[in-house]
């Protein structure tokens, strides 16, 4: 991924979920597609470091789902549609699971199915989310970020592939 290319005053705090608190000193924000398998490993590998840095109230992640036109990713876009962005909580447990499972749904079924299988497994239904996804789209056009996923930390720009110490390092 190409950092340099990136407009990181274009992007903002508002738009997406939200998670932590208000008031908390680090604010992240993560540019993901739910079909993404580089940001299945960027959340399954941040996942424990992240959630402990907000419990302790040091950051404020914002997530910001963000649909794609590339094919592989159609299945992503329609996840998406599916997050409440007012409940923070639910969409952590959604992405954690959409992610841990992701090689069982993200080739192998169509929207319909995997429409039901949202259904089956999280109970959730479509949510009127359209404007928030389409803001996102047009906020990261002007951000110039292309690829999923892309994390803001600060003065810090990153993919999935940040070691992991470097991460612990950056939220202290």
Request: overall charge negative; proline content about 5%; aromatic content about 8%.
């Amino acid at each position: 991924m190409d950092i340099s290319v990136i407009k990181s005053e274009n992007v903002t705090t508002t738009g997406g979920i939200t998670i932590g608190q208000p008031d908390a000193p680090l604010t992240s924000i993560e540019f993901i597609n739910a079909a993404c398998p580089y940001c299945r490993k960027w959340f399954l590998k941040s996942e424990e470091t992240m959630t402990e840095a907000v419990k302790a109230g040091r950051l404020k992640r914002i997530i910001k789902p963000f649909d794609k036109d590339k094919e592989d990713l159609q299945l992503g876009n329609l996840a998406h549609t599916y997050l409440p962005f007012d409940q923070p909580e639910i969409v952590l447990q959604t992405l954690s699971f959409l992610f841990t499972h992701q090689k069982t749904w993200r080739n192998d079924l169509t929207p319909d199915e995997f429409k039901k299988y949202i259904d089956q497994n999280l109970k959730l239904t479509p949510q009127d989310n359209a404007e928030n996804l389409t803001a996102i789209i047009a906020e990261a056009n002007r951000a110039n970020i292309k690829f999923v996923p892309t994390i803001i930390l600060g003065d810090h720009i990153f993919d999935e592939s940040i070691d992991m110490t470097d991460l612990s390092q950056l939220l202290k």
